[in-house]
T-cell receptor, first 112, second 113 residues
């Protein structure tokens, strides 16, 4: 079955770049997503990338996809304390995000 | 508020009782999904509906779990004979047709004592 793995924790200083990594096993993944979850809040979709793309940039966020290695990363430039949250990588094998498989989440802590 | 709405936000129940959660999707979203999130884990897909049709239910955790969306609008998730292992956050999401973005509600946190 599908499996999505992430490191548990990342700590950075305010103003630095953060890079959160994710690996997945399902070669039929069509879309790969990054979600953000703050305490007491629901999941917020940050960005997604189609499997035929290598990179996607959206303001401070850059997503890199290495399909050969099944590796996805999220880079946050100029990380702010408000970026402190849990970040989830997710994949789906269809084109409508119906059945997302999530990783366990990476807790990002931003120190002032 | 026009986001996905879930009620109640918190539910404490005794083991063996039945519980029902409600999800109101974003208006005009025809797809609705249920996920479960246990502490320290990512969400786990349970089931989804397109309009009133439940198109995938093999991932429901046991036959104690059931979901309905009778008129293609709001949905309910019922857990019968709750067990302590059912304690988790139950998340609902909705999306519009083939769009890739699913919007999540804030969840219902269930505690079984």
């Amino acid at each position: 079955g599908e499996d999505v793995e992430q490191s548990l924790f990342l700590s950075v200083r305010e103003g630095d770049s953060s890079v959160i990594n994710c690996t997945y096993t399902d070669s039929s993944s069509t879309y790969l997503y990054w979600y953000k979850q703050e305490p007491g809040a629901g999941l917020q979709l940050l960005t997604y990338i189609f499997s035929n793309m290598d990179m996607k940039q959206d303001q401070r966020l850059t997503v890199l996809l290495n399909k050969k290695d099944k590796h996805l990363s999220l880079r946050i430039a100029d990380t702010q304390t408000g970026d402190s949250a849990i970040y989830f990588c997710a994949e789906s094998a269809d084109n409508a995000g119906n059945m997302l498989t999530f990783g366990g989440g990476t807790r990002l802590m931003v120190k002032p | 508020d026009t986001g996905v709405s879930q009620n109640p936000r918190h539910k404490i129940t005794k083991r063996g009782q039945n519980v029902t959660f409600r999800c109101d999707p974003i208006s005009e979203h025809n797809r609705l999904y249920w996920y479960r999130q246990t502490l320290g884990q990512g969400p786990e897909f349970l089931t989804y509906f397109q309009n009133e049709a439940q198109l995938e239910k093999s991932r429901l955790l046991s036959d104690r779990f059931s979901a309905e969306r009778p008129k293609g609008s709001f949905s309910t998730l019922e857990i019968q004979r709750t067990e302590q292992g059912d304690s988790a956050m139950y998340l609902c999401a909705s999306s519009f047709r083939q769009q890739t973005e699913a919007f999540f509600g804030q969840g219902t946190r269930l505690t079984v004592v």
